[in-house]
């Protein structure tokens, strides 16, 4: 749990029950299950994610596209814009 930025309020009771802890990044309460923290450990390597949402927002800022960069690499691939965008708040009709 420390190697994964959780800091245990309590003591340890089971793999599947919810263990209060103090999120390292943001300092907030938490509830995570020792199960869902192992997972991630294992699926992406010990690192100090902290919560769900520290993992989420780490995630997002490793994705996100700088705006030059997308105009050049739309200009590279020769690509037309149809019109402005519209964003439709609903996806129903």
């Given at each position: 749990?420390l190697r994964?930025g959780?800091?245990?309020?309590?003591?340890?009771?089971?793999?599947?029950?919810?263990?209060p802890?103090?999120c390292?990044r943001?300092?907030?309460?938490?509830?995570p299950?020792?199960?869902s923290?192992a997972?991630?450990?294992?699926?992406?390597?010990d690192?100090?994610?902290?919560c769900?949402?520290?993992?989420?927002r780490?995630?997002?800022?490793?994705f996100?596209l700088?705006?030059a960069?997308?105009?050049?690499?739309?200009?590279?691939?020769?690509?037309?814009?149809w019109g402005?965008?519209?964003?439709?708040?609903?996806?129903?009709?």
């Open positions: 749990m994964n959780c800091r245990p309020k309590s003591a340890f009771s089971s793999v599947k029950a919810e263990w802890c103090i390292e943001r300092k907030a309460d938490i509830v299950t020792y199960d923290i997972r991630a450990a294992q699926q992406h390597g690192a100090p994610r902290g769900r949402d520290c993992a989420d780490a995630r997002v800022e490793k996100r700088d705006e960069e997308l105009a050049k690499t739309i200009a590279q691939a020769h690509i037309k814009q402005p965008h519209v964003r439709r708040l609903s996806t129903r009709l």
